[in-house]
């Protein structure tokens, strides 16, 4: 059973940062792509930030140069490096993978940005 666990998120002004965590289980399992996405109230989720096997990263343009997501492959982790944040950039965020042919999404986690 794929599980991925997100952890990172919260309150934070304007301007600060954040660094959200997902872990991916169980560690043999070999993603496609694994990344983060988020979803503002009303809307449709959509991409953050991705890693994609042997092809490198895709970033919304929203968040270039502001977010920045890496993998730690020993602990089977995805980071999501965020700062510079907005209150714009308030949303639930989602660790997601792709895989053997299925999508898995972890259960979210709130960040919210005060101005």
């Known amino acids: 059973q794929v599980q991925l666990v997100e952890s990172g998120g919260g309150l934070v002004q304007a301007g600060g940062s954040l660094r959200l965590s997902c872990a991916a289980s169980?560690?043999?399992?070999?993603?496609?792509?694994i990344g983060w996405y988020r979803r503002f109230p009303g809307k449709q989720r959509e991409l953050v930030a991705a890693?994609?096997?042997?092809?490198?990263?895709n970033y919304a343009d929203s968040v270039k140069g502001r977010f920045t997501i890496s993998r730690d492959n020993a602990m089977n982790r995805v980071y999501l490096q965020m700062s510079s944040l907005r209150p714009e950039d308030t949303a639930v965020y989602y660790c997601?993978?792709?895989?053997?042919?299925?999508?898995?999404w972890g259960q979210g986690t709130q960040v919210t940005v005060s101005s």
């Open positions: 997601g993978a792709s895989g053997a042919g299925r999508t898995y």
């Open positions: 890693i994609i096997s042997g092809d490198g990263t």
């Open positions: 169980p560690s043999t399992f070999r993603f496609d792509v």
